[in-house]
């Protein structure tokens, strides 16, 4: 599974963004995408994930109410929404794919067998 993160860039707090993963390879084997971060010294961290199956959804707490992943079967992409973005929110963003996941532990880097290459977004205050 080959996953390639598009959508990044620079915008103001408050602003809308959209990422995108398209994933392209054997990607009927994946049972979850993710989306994680990762700011400059801190740790990877959780954002949101869709099992794909039954299209179920999960959001990090810091996340919940701004975000929304989404996923478009037909161009085997997922889409991850962000709306009222903060300076916080500033990271490298990372799709990943997740072969044999398991849901208790969906929001872990460690569940997820494929990562795409990360795209950057930069909210300014």
């Known amino acids: 599974v080959q996953l390639q993160a598009s959508g990044g860039g620079l915008v103001q707090a408050g602003d809308s963004l959209r990422l995108s993963c398209a994933a392209s390879g054997r990607t009927l084997r994946s049972r979850d995408m993710g989306w994680f971060r990762q700011a400059p010294g801190k740790e990877r961290e959780f954002v949101a994930a869709?099992?794909?199956?039954?299209?179920?959804?999960y959001y990090g707490d810091s996340v919940k109410g701004r975000f929304t992943i989404s996923r478009d079967k037909t161009k085997n992409t997922v889409y991850l929404q962000m709306n009222s973005l903060k300076p916080e929110d500033t990271a490298v963003y990372y799709c990943a794919a997740g072969l044999r996941s398991i849901l208790s532990m969906i929001t872990l880097p460690s569940s997820y067998d494929y990562w795409g290459q990360g795209t950057l977004v930069t909210v300014s205050s």
């Open positions: 869709v099992r794909l199956s039954a299209g179920n959804t």
